[in-house]
């Protein structure tokens, strides 16, 4: 049971990689700037702000609103990479950490008359 899931965290992290790495080529084509979205009546309007500084941005038009898919996606893929990595951060630290055979080896590093004289917490080393 404990290798199945050592192996189902060791395919979760490949997985989450993955994402990382195709979240990581969409980033590399993406454009520059940020986009603000604002409600506007009943729908949105989008305006892109290359300057940090720029805290209004420059209208974007609806038949440019490619530009600001790309941008809403390209903050979407900056969160996924935060996020997945830190996952893929856990995962490692516990495999690296875990021990299944911990409480086996508490046993088998007893002197054998203490051994004895022991109830072992896993029945099988009796």
């Given at each position: 049971?404990?290798?199945?899931?050592?192996?189902?965290?060791?395919?979760?992290?490949?997985?989450?990689?993955?994402?990382?790495?195709?979240?990581?080529?969409?980033?590399?084509?993406?454009?520059?700037?940020?986009?603000?979205?604002?409600?506007?009546?009943?729908?949105?309007?989008?305006?892109?702000?290359?300057?940090?500084?720029?805290?209004?941005?420059?209208?974007?038009?609806?038949?440019?609103?490619?530009?600001?898919?790309?941008?809403i996606q390209k903050k979407y893929d900056?969160?996924?990479?935060?996020?997945?990595?830190?996952?893929?951060?856990?995962?490692?630290?516990?495999?690296?950490?875990?021990?299944?055979?911990?409480?086996k080896k508490v046993y088998a590093a007893?002197?054998?008359?203490?051994?004895?004289?022991?109830?072992?917490?896993?029945p099988a080393l009796i």
């Amino acid at each position: 049971m404990i290798e199945r899931i050592i192996e189902e965290l060791r395919q979760q992290e490949k997985e989450l990689s993955a994402v990382i790495r195709n979240a990581e080529k969409r980033l590399r084509k993406a454009p520059e700037g940020q986009v603000r979205i604002a409600r506007h009546g009943n729908g949105f309007q989008f305006y892109l702000r290359k300057e940090p500084s720029d805290p209004n941005g420059k209208y974007i038009p609806a038949k440019e609103k490619r530009l600001a898919v790309a941008l809403i996606q390209k903050k979407y893929d900056a969160q996924i990479i935060q996020a997945a990595g830190t996952q893929v951060k856990v995962i490692d630290r516990f495999l690296r950490g875990f021990d299944p055979d911990a409480l086996k080896k508490v046993y088998a590093a007893m002197p054998e008359i203490r051994q004895q004289n022991v109830i072992p917490a896993i029945p099988a080393l009796i």
